[in-house]
């Protein structure tokens, strides 16, 4: 039986672990030709053989999506690779928390360049080849910060509630060129993100949520919700998808 997205091109950026991975693997499995990028190549290397070994297709791009000609290089590479681009998943992102009083500004500069500048260099390069394709869907990787703000979050905040705006303004250019846009928020996901932060009172807050959720979502997860919303008939858009653990309270 074919797969939901058989014959489509799709581009997903982080793809070296977490959600992004996991979105890859889920996007082949469904009989997409997937292009992933990240900066870690081995660990792309290693996902692109699990897809290749079950009979998907799978390129790999080392990038660093901040740097604006990189990730122009990539996407156009990589569409040019598969022969055209369907589907681009904006999932590359960092969360570095703590108090914006004190904290270091180089952590600041980092989250704006890959959640929010990467996101953008990527679309950017993507609605040419969308447009001129025919469509197609971009899929933004926003979070549940990008819907409430909270103390110690104020940047991760910024740079999500960005993704949120941008997806729903993109959202309104982009139909006229039959591409759909989808924000997903999701909710604490088991996955390396949380694991960059080194501040001890952060690493604790994080682990108390951890606790008071209870289980908490995985990759695969939140692949299913992208891969729910990309494999839908082209008259229906799915907008926006917020996916919680069952037990995450806020
Ligand atoms: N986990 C959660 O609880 C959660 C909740 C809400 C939203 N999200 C969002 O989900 C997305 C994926 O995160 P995740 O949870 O799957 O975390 P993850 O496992 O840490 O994955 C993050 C991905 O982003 C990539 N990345 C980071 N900096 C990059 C750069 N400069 N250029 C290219 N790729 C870069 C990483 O690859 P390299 O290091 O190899 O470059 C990695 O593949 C993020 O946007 C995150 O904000 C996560």
Known sequence: ?????????????????????????????????????????????????????????????????????????????????????????????????????????????TMVSVNLLGLLYCTHAALPLMREGGGGDIVNVSSVAGRSANAGSAVYNLTKFGVTAFSEALRQEALYSKIRVTCVEPGFVDTELQGHNTNPVVVEAIEKMRETTGKVLSADDIARAVVYAVGQPAHVAINEILVRPAGQPR
């Open 1 to 109: 039986m074919a797969g939901a997205l058989e014959g489509r091109r799709a581009i997903v950026t982080g793809a070296s672990s977490g959600i992004g991975a996991a979105a890859a693997l889920a996007f082949a499995h469904e009989g997409a030709a997937v292009a992933l990028g990240a900066r870690r190549k081995d660990k792309l290397d290693g996902i692109a053989e699990q897809i290749s070994g079950d009979g998907g297709t799978a390129h790999v791009f080392g990038v660093d999506v901040g740097d604006e000609g990189a990730a122009r290089s990539f996407v156009e590479d990589a569409a040019a690779e598969m022969g055209g681009l369907d589907v681009l998943v904006n999932n590359a992102g960092v969360m570095l928390l703590g108090p914006v009083d004190g904290a270091d500004t180089e952590e600041w500069r």
